[in-house]
C-alpha cells in the first residue's frame, strides 16, 4: 500500500464523552456498561467536552480522502460498514467481528475510528500476533486491542493538532504530533483520514495501536 504525504497541522476537539457504548448491551473490557452510554452522553453537565483533548497551539489546514483502506466509501454507511468495505482493512474488519463491536459501532456514535492497514497486522510485534488474539480464549484480549482504536466523538484531521491527547475507548491515551507535515497517534503515521460516516469518521494508520503502546 503506498503511502500518501500528509500535510498541515490541525486542532483538537471532541465532541461526547471518552466513556464507550451506544445501548448494545452487556459491558466493554473496562466495566462500562454500555446501555448507559446515552445517559453518560447527555450527562455532560460535570464535563468540559475540551478536557477530552488536551490542546496545543498550532497552524492548522485540511487532510482528507474518500478513498480509505483502498476503497471509496460512502457517507451514508456507518464506520464499521465502511471499515468492512475496506480492501487493506480486512483483518481489522475480522477483528472487530471476533471481538463482538459491529453492533456497537454501528449505534448513533459519534466515533472515531484508527484503523490499522493489514500490513500494520502482519507487522505486530512484541506480543501475541492476531492470529492468536483471535482465538475464543483471547476475547477479551483482542476487544481491548480493537477499543484502543477507537474514540468515542468525532475527531477529524482538522482536530489533530500537535500535542492533543485522546482518551479511547479502552481508556488508554493517545499522543498525537503533528510535525513537518506528518502526522503521528502514539507513534503510529495516519496514511490516510476524514471517511466521513453516518456515526463518524474514520483515519487510516500505519500500525496497530496496541494497549499500553
Known sequence: MKKRIITGTCMAL???????????????????DLNEAETHRTDQENINPGSHVDQKDGPES??????????????SQSVVENVTRGEDLTKFSSALTQ???IKTLNGSGPFT?????????EAMSGGM???????????????QLVQSHIVTGKVTSADLQNG?????AGGQQLSVTNQNGQVMVNGATVEQ????????????????LAPGS
Open 193 to 208: 483520514a476524514d471517511q466521513e460516516s453516518r456515526n463518524g469518521v474514520i483515519h487510516v494508520v500505519n500500525k496497530v
Open 129 to 143: 500476533s492476531l492470529g492468536d488474539l483471535m482465538k475464543p480464549e483471547n476475547k477479551e484480549r483482542l476487544k
Open 14 to 32: 471532541i465532541s461526547g464523552v471518552m466513556l464507550f457504548g451506544c445501548g448494545t448491551g452487556g459491558t466493554d473490557a473496562g466495566g462500562v
Open 99 to 101: 471481538a463482538d463491536m
Open 62 to 75: 485540511p487532510l482528507s480522502s474518500s478513498n480509505i483502506g483502498g476503497t471509496v466509501m460512502t457517507p
Open 164 to 168: 492533543s491527547k485522546l482518551k479511547t
Open 113 to 121: 475510528i484508527f484503523a490499522p492497514t493489514d500490513e500494520a497486522f
